[in-house]
């Protein structure tokens, strides 16, 4: 099969960014081919690991590089989350090196940049040393404009009305 990898990013303030890139990994699974995911700042049993977990562990391969519970940076970077940031950048450019996975996404990633807990050079290496027959999906918010300039396609998920504004919490199924 004949495929050129690209790089995509999926940014912005609304609701569905990790959820267009697991989409995009059943969709390649559906085609018999193996995506990695890499969940930056996430830890925990979200469904989107039970379903992979019980029915598609042979195609999509999801791995957490989070601490137990999610850190809003207000009090600034803990050394526990730089150092598991460290972690999941190794694993995923080892990933992606290796040329096992078709696909392979970097959740979260943007997000990290963001908040200094990676240096924006590092992802720009990874993002560099892409196979060219691999696709290379980051996600999350404020993604830097050096990012946006070296993708190949940039969607951004805008926000225009929320059902956390009515202090509706993230429900199992639908956020978890």
Known sequence: MDFQGQIQV??????GKTTAAL????????????????????????????AVRERLADLITIEQFGLPEFHHMKNGVSAAEVKAAETGL?????????GEYRIVVL???????????????Q?????????????????????????????????EMKEIRHYFQKNIQARTGIEK
Not at 26 to 39: E, F, I, S
């Open 23 to 50: 989409g995009l990994a059943l969709r390649a699974a559906g085609r018999g081919m193996k995506t990695y995911v890499a969940q930056f700042l996430k830890k925990g049993e979200y469904g989107e690991l039970l």
């Open 90 to 98: 190794t694993a995923a450019g080892a990933v992606l090196a290796a």
């Open 123 to 155: 992802v720009l290496q990874l993002m560099e040393r892409k196979p060219a027959n691999v696709e290379l999906v980051l996600t999350g918010r404020y993604a830097p404009q050096a990012i946006l300039d070296r993708a190949d396609l940039v969607t």
């Open 107 to 121: 959740d979260e990633i943007n997000t990290l940049l963001h908040f200094q807990i990676v240096a924006i050079e």
């Open 10 to 15: 999926y940014t912005g303030n609304g609701k």
